[in-house]
């Protein structure tokens, strides 16, 4: 009996977890470059000048969606594109916010790529100061990569409270999933 009751608590336990990681890049120095590192699920690169930078309170006006942290890559304050994310295993959705401290004119973009770089989606911002935080999301199958690019010419912004993950299973799933189980443990009462 203890087996079958473990069995189903780990079926309600799958059907629980939302499956999402949010990384607010808080664990990290400022100056840092995370340019090729993992972060626990995913690694940035920026292949124009191989620099992805922790920018804290607010330097060079990078401000920051949540505490006081965002990633980025500046030539003075002009952002130096593109933001390259690569996922370790393809996931079906990507979150990205983006913004600065304000007092200009910021545009973004947020593009998802399968494991072939077979574009699955872009998605733009609509012009705006850069203060409060944007954010963008692509729900597709299969993403293995996406670029986030700042698309405003003189201008730059930080990258903050990336989230990924794979949708969370409908009500309906977990309820098949667990009539299934206990379709299972019946007939091995019988046997």
């Known amino acids: 009996m203890t087996k079958h009751l473990s069995l189903i608590l780990a079926a309600s336990?799958?059907?629980s977890v939302a499956g999402a990681v949010l990384i607010d890049f808080?664990?990290?120095?400022d100056y840092q470059n995370l340019h090729g590192v993992n972060l626990?699920?995913?690694?940035?690169?920026?292949?124009?000048?191989?620099?992805v930078e922790i920018y804290a309170d607010n330097r060079f006006a990078v401000s920051y969606h949540s505490a006081t942290k965002a990633i980025g890559s500046?030539?003075?304050?002009?952002?130096?594109?593109?933001?390259?994310g690569t996922l370790d295993i393809p996931h079906n959705w990507v979150s990205l916010w983006a913004g600065d401290s304000?007092?200009?004119?910021?545009?973004?973009?947020?593009?998802?790529?399968?494991?072939?770089?077979?574009?699955?989606?872009?998605?733009?911002?609509?012009?705006?100061?850069?203060?409060?935080?944007?954010?963008?999301?692509?729900?597709?199958?299969?993403?293995?990569?996406?670029?986030?690019v700042s698309e405003t010419c003189g201008c730059g912004i930080g990258f903050?409270?990336?989230?990924?993950?794979?949708?969370?299973?409908?009500?309906?799933?977990?309820?098949?999933?667990?009539?299934?189980?206990?379709?299972?443990?019946?007939?091995?009462?019988?046997?």
Do not use: H
């Open 40 to 51: 626990g699920g995913v690694t940035f690169t920026n292949p124009t000048n191989g620099v």
């Open 160 to 191: 903050d409270d990336l989230e990924f993950g794979c949708p969370i299973p409908e009500p309906g799933t977990c309820l098949l999933l667990g009539s299934g189980l206990i379709g299972l443990i019946g007939i091995a009462k019988r046997k």
């Open 13 to 15: 336990v799958i059907c």
């Open 74 to 84: 500046f030539d003075g304050c002009v952002s130096v594109n593109p933001m390259v």
């Open 102 to 148: 304000g007092n200009d004119t910021d545009y973004w973009s947020l593009e998802a790529f399968d494991s072939n770089w077979q574009s699955l989606g872009k998605v733009f911002s609509v012009q705006w100061n850069g203060s409060p935080y944007t954010q963008l999301r692509i729900d597709a199958i299969g993403i293995k990569y996406f670029k986030a």
């Open 26 to 29: 808080e664990a990290y120095a």
